[in-house]
């Protein structure tokens, strides 16, 4: 499938270039670069899909997902969230949710594939958990993979992503220099609400080049 091979070239791409990095960082620098990280537990027992969502297996087989900290700078707190349905299929790299923010949304896709067994009601009434807590509090659903060891070979995971989330991040910056200042907050992380800082044609530029996936899928739903 071009999907896998798209994954797959960019994995290796960016393991790469976070190899050759890592080789010239001072190890200061090194420490600095993983503040906006989640905790090294995150990192490393997350599984990240390049369209900005992750999978944890739990001990029963059950795959937990939800979206990662770049999805939810980017789009801002999010006012209202189209959860998936408990019975629904869904496939790797095809639509999971979407999150709306002012007249903004951005879809988020499935990072592995199979059945919806729950979702995270308390988002309903708090959709703002998945800004504030994207890797704990603010999961999306409870999967039952269908194939799950495939899969999870098509996701990024351990140094490949964390190296995968630097480069983002760096190009992020380069993409936006001239509006540093606003994108970087003291500390030289992110910005949380980054997307209310662009003009409509910069969100676009924004979503396109981060989420060349699913960028021109609209929401079937309007919550």
């Known amino acids: 499938m071009s999907f896998v091979l798209v994954i797959l070239t960019v994995g290796i791409i960016l393991l790469v270039e976070f190899l050759h990095a890592s080789r010239k960082k001072h190890p200061s620098d090194s420490q600095e670069m993983v503040t906006e990280h989640p905790t090294s537990f995150d990192v490393f027992d997350r599984y990240f899909h390049p369209g900005h969502t992750w999978a944890m297996v739990s001990s029963s087989r059950d795959v937990v997902v939800g979206i990662d900290d770049f999805s939810s700078r980017v789009v801002g707190t999010v006012a209202s969230i189209d959860l998936p349905v408990v019975g629904q299929s869904i496939l790797q790299g095809e639509p999971l949710t979407f999150l709306h923010h002012g007249t903004r949304h951005l879809l988020q896709v499935a ?60 190009q992020l910056i380069q993409l936006f220099s001239s509006k540093i200042g606003i994108v970087l907050q003291d500390g030289g992380q992110l910005i949380q609400n980054l997307g209310d800082q662009f003009s409509d044609d910069e969100w676009n530029q924004l979503v396109q080049q981060f989420f060349p996936i699913v960028h021109q899928m609209k929401p079937r739903i309007n919550s």
């Open 111 to 170: 990072p592995v594939s199979g059945r919806v067994v729950d979702v995270n009601k308390r988002l309903k009434r708090h959709p703002e958990l998945i800004s504030e807590s994207p890797f704990e509090h603010g999961w999306i659903a409870k999967v039952y993979p269908t194939n799950l060891d495939t899969d999870l070979r098509n996701l990024l995971k351990g140094f490949v992503a964390d190296g995968w989330r630097d480069a983002i991040r760096s």
